[in-house]
């Protein structure tokens, strides 16, 4: 079994649907929950950063984390064409200071495609 | 200007063959990565670099050799190059703050 499971889909919604992307995760010494968009032929970039449970909001997005269920989801709010592409959770043990030193676990992506 | 960049973008290659992937990053941060993305898009981590000092080393074939000449570059050398190296290589960086990584673009690795 994974450390982290993801569904791979892939995802296909109408443009303006709320997009629902979640992650399973068995390690609960797990503290920094992360979402990463990836655009094909491309790098993964950076989309939330979070640490403790509950949620955190930017914009069209929200990450909600939910540490005792061992539970991390996204929501994509009236999602566009533009939102198309892999998300990716990943975690780690600890912040890129600590002992980990960013090592990070993640999931093996979501394929969301949004159609106008 | 990019943040972290590799070069090549592309690399077909032969097997048995040795090739090197190089990773410059521009945002001064102090520790680089190499993870190896495979074709179902799972990302895995193989080495860490902080300031030049090897400090995450997983279970990566010793044909893999990552090289810190300073903390702004990270090469990853690979020798006698097998099918299943096929692959896309990510470098990416970050400081010891809280900052997450900052990834590149990637070299798309195929080994024929």
């Known amino acids: 079994q994974k450390e982290v499971e993801q569904d791979p889909g892939p995802l296909s919604v109408p443009e303006g649907a709320i997009v629902s992307l979640n992650c399973t995760y068995s390690?609960?010494?797990?503290?920094?929950f992360m979402w990463y968009r990836q655009y094909s032929r491309k790098g993964p970039e950076l989309l939330m950063y979070t640490y403790s449970s509950g949620n955190k909001e930017d914009g069209r997005f929200t990450a909600q984390v939910d540490k005792s269920s061992k539970y991390i989801s996204l929501f994509i709010r009236d999602s566009q064409p533009s939102d198309s592409a892999t998300y990716l959770c990943a975690m780690s043990v600890s912040n890129a200071g600590g002992t980990s030193y960013g090592k990070l676990t993640f999931g093996q992506g979501t394929i969301l495609t949004v159609h106008p | 200007d990019t943040a972290v960049s590799q070069t090549p973008k592309y690399l077909v290659t032969q097997m048995g063959n040795d090739k090197s992937i190089k990773c410059e990053q521009n945002?001064?941060?102090?520790?680089m990565y190499w993870y190896k993305q495979d074709s179902k898009k799972f990302l895995k981590i193989m080495f860490s670099?902080?300031?030049?000092?090897?400090?995450i080393n997983e279970t990566v074939p010793n044909r893999f050799s990552p090289k810190s000449p300073d903390k702004a570059h990270l090469n990853l050398h690979i020798n006698s190059l097998e099918l299943g190296d096929s692959a896309v290589y990510f470098c990416a960086s970050t400081d010891r703050g809280n900052s997450p990584l900052h990834f590149g673009n990637g070299t798309r690795l195929t080994v024929t």
């Open positions: 670099y902080n300031n030049k000092e090897l400090i």
């Open positions: 390690n609960s010494a797990f503290q920094y």
């Open positions: 945002l001064g941060h102090d520790t």
